[in-house]
């Protein structure tokens, strides 16, 4: 079993910047494909960011050029900088690790976007 918790998530003013967490435990022995997923009132999960088992990120559209996803191995631990932070960014975000066999999920941190 994997345990993903994610933090960070809190209101902040359009324009600023956050920076999400990921923290990962349990059955992991081998660096995996991990990524962000977010959910807005209303609307259909939709990826964010991902980051391959190789290190090759992928972006959204919507985030390309204000969004960042790294991760820290040794520490199990994956991060969402997000910056330069619209309303239309407001949701739920969730942390995700892809497995072949199990997909695994965080339980979501809430980012509002609001002045």
């Known amino acids: 079993q994997v345990l993903l918790v994610e933090a960070g998530g809190v209101l902040v003013q359009p324009g600023g910047s956050l920076r999400l967490s990921c923290a990962a435990s349990?059955?992991?022995?081998?660096?995996?494909?991990m990524g962000w997923y977010r959910q807005s009132s209303g609307k259909q999960r939709e990826l964010v960011a991902r980051i391959s088992s190789g290190g090759i990120v992928t972006f959204a559209d919507s985030v390309k050029g204000r969004f960042t996803i790294s991760r820290a191995d040794a520490k199990n631990t994956v991060y969402l900088q997000m910056n330069s932070l619209k309303p239309e960014d407001t949701a739920v975000y969730y942390c995700?690790?892809?497995?072949?066999?199990?997909?695994?999920w965080g339980q979501g941190t809430q980012v509002t976007v609001s002045s």
């Open positions: 995700t690790m892809i497995r072949i066999g199990r997909d695994y």
């Open positions: 349990g059955s992991i022995f081998r660096i995996n494909a």
